[in-house]
């Protein structure tokens, strides 16, 4: 895409345009030149802006707070693992079905939710029951492995795209593949009329519900794409590390894991969860690097880590990082909202 088809498509001026297409170009090109470790921790990045940008579609959007994200990635790691495993069935072709069950939950979850008149923080903790029932779960499943893990057969120097199975340059570009398409979409659906009710439902439900707006239909939707991107990043999850631990997969630590990128880029924005996932992932690994050199064994500092920065930004920058990073270097044209996304 031109300069100034991103401009056009985007919103931004033509410094911003320049800025997405070299971010794209560096992104591209970096397994080219990078060693196979910054790659891992690229990858890394890249997947935590995918699943960001997945859990901002319901927040950010319609203003869904959940907690239990963790299990929409469980999910889809689980079913596209046991597709795999016990009946063959490839990735790809499994990555439906595992988006599939993930709607019906997270679908099962809004049902209660909003038939019930769970709201708000309720809510929000109505997610975290189900991701905790499902860590209970399927840590006495044997037939996935139990609490023992389930196990991805690897074979050393085998390239099969179509099995998901290669080199980590292959992940690289499948990782940024899905963060492409997942900023693509949530763009699409930002500015369809689907979008604009969510945000009419996210900044007022009972106005948006007296001009006809139907809040159960839109709320479900949101939670329906929500819960399919993200199970799409757990079947990425599976494939790429080759082993599924309920206590790590369906934690509530992961949980927060994945909604901080969008916190710290901007809640609401398209390029804020990316941004998010760039400067929290390297920090933290940066971290864990250093440690780890030292040979210093402190538990907990990177999640203590994550917890002050997570304070910082809500003190000084609440809007998140990007929509100030963009107002002070003139990357969107300021002509509405819209043109901050």
């Known amino acids: 895409m031109t300069i100034l088809g991103l401009r056009n498509a985007w919103g931004v001026t033509g410094r911003g345009a320049a800025l997405l297409a070299l971010s794209g170009l560096a992104l591209l090109l970096a397994p080219l030149v990078a060693d196979r470790y910054l790659v891992s921790v690229l990858t890394t990045v890249l997947w935590f802006a995918y699943v960001g940008q997945a ?163 839109a709320r479900m939707t949101a939670v329906a794409a929500s819960s399919a991107l993200t199970a799409l990043g757990g079947v990425f999850q599976a494939f790429y590390f080759n082993n599924l631990f309920p206590e790590q997969v369906f934690s509530m630590g992961r949980s927060i894991e994945i909604i901080l990128p969008a916190i710290v880029g901007g809640i609401g924005t398209l390029i804020g969860p990316i941004l998010g996932a760039f400067i929290l992932t390297p920090l933290g690994e940066g971290l864990t690097f250093l440690l780890e050199v030292s040979g210093w064994e402190l538990p907990g500092l990177k999640q203590l880590f994550y917890g002050v920065a997570l304070v910082v930004i809500v003190v000084f920058r609440p809007d998140g990082v990007w929509p100030w990073l963009a107002s002070r270097l003139g990357l969107v044209r300021a002509s509405g909202e819209g043109d901050e996304r």
């Open 55 to 217: 859990w901002n579609v319901m927040m950010g959007f319609s203003g869904l707070l959940s907690l239990g994200h963790a299990l929409y990635v469980g999910l889809g790691a689980y079913a596209s693992a046991a597709l795999f495993i016990h009946f063959g069935v490839g990735p790809w072709a499994g990555a439906f079905l595992a988006m599939l069950v993930a709607v019906a939950a997270g679908c099962g979850i809004g049902f209660l939710g909003f038939r019930f008149g769970v709201k708000g923080v309720h809510f929000a903790l109505l997610t975290i029951a189900f991701a905790e029932v499902a860590r209970v779960g399927f840590d006495h499943m044997q037939w996935l492995g139990g609490s023992g893990g389930f196990f991805l057969p690897v074979e050393a120097g085998v390239s099969d795209p179509l099995n998901l199975r290669g080199s980590p340059t292959l992940f690289y570009y499948v990782i940024l593949a899905l963060v492409l398409a997942a900023l693509g979409i949530s763009r699409l659906l930002l500015h369809s009329r689907l979008g604009y009710q969510w945000l009419a439902v996210r900044e007022d439900a009972e106005a948006a519900e007296a001009v006809g707006v139907d809040l159960f239909h």
